[in-house]
């Protein structure tokens, strides 16, 4: 528990000394790390395939989050740059008012202070969640899988360097390097000194962090995600978005994972769908309206529909109408993303206002939740809660906000 006192104490001291920078400052800090990363993608590459090499290589999704490429650290560096380009939340002011007292009040962003974040093996993270607190104001603290270590020291040791040159603390990003579950639970209690945790992985992580932790938790991530093609939609179309939602990247909270069709165009849909998604490798376990009508269709048990697969399984129900598709999506949904495939607008915007998820579409891939993908440069995970944030998390999410109050010596009566 000491080396945590001592990274906790540290974390405080450097979110008060973030709270003063400049937004040109601290996008002169982005551009450097960004740059720096660039450079070291042999050396990151080199402790990357150590990680690699002990990865059990019967998980296939969690190896393809681990994994680092030159493309996907050059995708990390942009996203640094990208984040360098937005506005600077800290200061915004939301409104200033004056009373009848002369008194002028009002409310304006301020950094949240120090970020923790327990993450499993996705190395991107890392650095996301760096640049994005950096930016915001705050300080953080990481605390990443055991299987990607070797890649996150390397990461963050490049970090420490790009903002020790420019003079500034090293600390204001910081790994916890002890991946034990002590370590973890220890972290869970350091509320003397860290704001607001945030656990970024699979559901038992986040029950886990949940049900332990003494800092204010945001839960991110667990994708079950559905897709209801309602009896108008253009096939063409869905057939497409579809595909694009359970093959492009399976094994990530967005992709999607059940597929729920309309009685009135499962004799055509359900063979064209299923075709092509066999054709791409996927397995599909489905209910008996599907399994008659596409041969060498699984069962679907009940514990299926609740199951986030992240790998190239479906699952597939055919629905009487849009109230089956909705309740249907209302019990085992995880509030991540959903969407109608339709050309009825009542039925669209019916769903929009009944689904209750952070993020809801309309003819679309349930692949576009992501902070990039949205404008906001980079994300620090998918809040699927309601308080503080929902949805991809960006710079404003990282920020809370104080009453600021200026006078001219008003007293109260």
């Not at 096939?235 to 069709?261: D, F, M, S, Y």
Request: net charge negative.
């Amino acid at each position: 528990m000491h080396d945590l006192e001592r990274i906790g104490q540290a974390a405080k001291e450097a979110s008060q000394y973030l709270a003063r920078l400049a937004a040109n400052q601290k996008n002169e800090v982005l551009l450097a790390c960004a740059d720096a990363l660039e450079a070291k993608t042999d050396l990151i590459l080199t402790e990357n395939a150590k990680d690699m090499a002990a990865a059990d290589p019967s998980r296939t999704a969690f190896n393809d989050r681990l994994r680092l490429d030159a493309s996907r650290i050059k995708g990390m560096a942009d996203g640094l740059r990208k984040v360098a380009r937005l506005d600077d939340p800290v200061g915004e002011v939301l409104y200033m008012k004056t009373l009848p007292n002369g008194l002028q009040v009002g409310e304006r962003r301020t950094p949240l202070g120090v970020v923790g974040m327990i993450y499993e093996a996705r190395p991107n993270v890392t650095v996301d969640v760096a640049g994005l607190c950096f930016k915001s104001g705050n300080a953080c603290i990481l605390r990443g899988g055991s299987e990607a270590l070797t890649t996150n020291i390397a990461l963050v040791k490049i970090l420490h360097k790009a903002l020790a040159s420019l003079g500034h603390p090293p600390h204001a990003v910081q790994l916890i390097t002890d991946t034990s579950r002590e370590a973890a639970r220890d972290f869970m209690r350091l509320d003397t000194y860290v704001d607001v945790l945030i656990p970024r992985g699979g559901a038992g992580l986040i029950k886990t962090v949940k049900e332990h932790s003494r800092i204010p938790v945001i839960e991110t991530g667990v994708g079950n995600c559905h897709i209801f093609v309602d009896a108008s939609a253009d096939l063409q179309k869905a057939e497409a978005i579809v595909i694009n939602a359970k093959t492009q990247r399976p094994g990530v909270c967005n992709a999607c994972e059940k597929l729920l069709v309309h009685a009135d165009i499962t004799d055509v849909f359900i063979p064209q769908i299923c075709d092509t998604l066999t054709k791409a490798g996927v397995e599909i376990r489905g209910d008996d309206a599907t399994q008659e009508r596409f041969g060498g269709t699984l069962p679907a048990a009940e514990a299926d529909w609740h199951e986030e697969f992240l790998s190239l399984v479906i699952a597939v129900k055919v629905v009487a109408d849009i109230d089956e598709a909705i309740a249907h999506i209302t019990r085992y949904s995880s509030a991540h993303s959903d969407a109608i495939l339709t050309e009825s607008n009542v039925n669209a915007q019916r769903f929009l206002a009944e689904i209750d998820s952070a993020a809801v579409y309309v003819n679309a891939s349930t692949r576009f939740t992501d902070g990039e993908e949205f404008g906001l440069g980079a994300e620090i995970g998918i809040s699927t809660q309601k308080l503080h944030a929902r949805g991809p998390m960006g710079l404003k999410a990282l920020t809370s906000t104080k009453f600021v109050i200026f006078g001219d010596g008003q007293v109260r009566a």
